[in-house]
């Protein structure tokens, strides 16, 4: 009998292996890529699954699974969204948010081109000094912006949260490298058609430029959006508070009562979702073209 079933178990273990050379044989690179990538985006997507079954709960219960046994409540979204005062957060977020994202946009745009397009004095050295910008900490200019901002009586405004990320070397870099991108024969045609440098921007350059201006507003918007730090340094008044600072406050008052906490971050999170799932077709497209040509 122990020979026997020896012998047996020999053969299921190598019927299995073979088993899984066949299989092995069918996975195609593609199929193995595509897996990996699947993968990895549960992974990514993990803390907000997470984040999604614990707001399933009702408030001031302790989840010990995924999703409780009674199903899925809103009960949690309704307390946070009240106990929260979440209504002119999402308005003060938004007004900012859509402000410097016009800002930069406008501001981006007419650099890159210059930086792309003419030629003057001391133009690698201006591109330089402007991404040397982005190695630098937004904290370490937090005092001298302060006391520019306090000279000029902008602090507990809008303007404090505006005007300092109005511009961003990040988006000049981006708006620069996308524009060489473009031919400069439909430039010169139509400068030889009459038009001025203005013209070639506006009704040229900028529409084929939709890609990278996207992936610029999206950037900027999701960044200003997650912002704590400018309102926190910048503004005292209860009125001009912002999502992630009510946010910030919301869970020093509910530390304890997850289903509450995640079901306001999920709250917070989502005008930032609904704009990628928008975008994402553009912002794939502007980040894949910029930099292709120099």
């Known amino acids: ?34 897996l990996v990538l699947a993968l990895g985006a549960l992974l990514v997507l993990s803390p907000l699954l997470v984040a999604l079954c614990t707001s399933a709960w009702p408030p001031g219960t302790l989840p010990t699974q995924l999703l409780p046994p009674q199903g899925w409540t809103w009960q949690s979204y309704q307390a946070a969204w009240q ?44 591109l330089l000094l402007m ?10 200019l937090v005092i001298p912006i302060f006391l520019i901002l306090k000279a000029g009586h902008l602090i507990n405004t809008y303007g404090a949260l505006i005007l300092p990320t109005a511009a961003n070397g990040f988006g000049v ?21 009459g038009a001025n440098r203005w013209q070639v921007l506006w009704y040229i350059l900028l529409p084929l430029s939709r890609p990278a201006l996207v992936t610029l507003f999206i950037f900027t918007f999701v960044g200003e959006w997650n912002d704590l730090f400018k309102p926190l340094v910048f503004t005292t008044k209860p009125e001009l508070m912002t999502v992630q600072l009510s946010l ?3 869970q020093e008052q509910f530390t304890n009562d997850w289903p509450l906490m995640m079901a306001a971050a999920v ?24 930099g292709l040509k120099s």
């Open 267 to 290: 709250i917070a999170t989502v005008p930032v979702m609904i704009l990628f799932i928008l975008g994402q077709r553009q912002l794939i497209r502007g980040i894949a073209t910029t």
């Open 248 to 250: 910030a406050n919301f």
């Open 173 to 193: 870099f981006l708006m620069r490298q996308f524009f060489l991108t473009l031919p400069v024969a439909l430039e010169e045609a139509a400068l030889l058609d």
């Open 131 to 140: 991404l040397a910008t982005l190695v630098i900490p937004f904290q370490l």
């Open 83 to 126: 106990q929260g005062h979440f209504i002119l957060a999402f308005a003060n977020s938004t007004f900012v948010a859509l402000a410097v994202t016009a800002l930069q946009l406008v501001t981006s745009a007419l650099a890159g081109y210059a930086l792309a397009r003419l030629s003057f004095p001391g133009q690698q050295t201006i």
């Open 1 to 34: 009998m122990p020979a026997s079933f020896a012998a047996k178990f020999r053969e299921e273990v190598k019927g299995f292996v073979d088993l899984l050379k066949r299989g092995a044989a069918v996975v195609t690179p593609r199929a193995g890529l595509t």
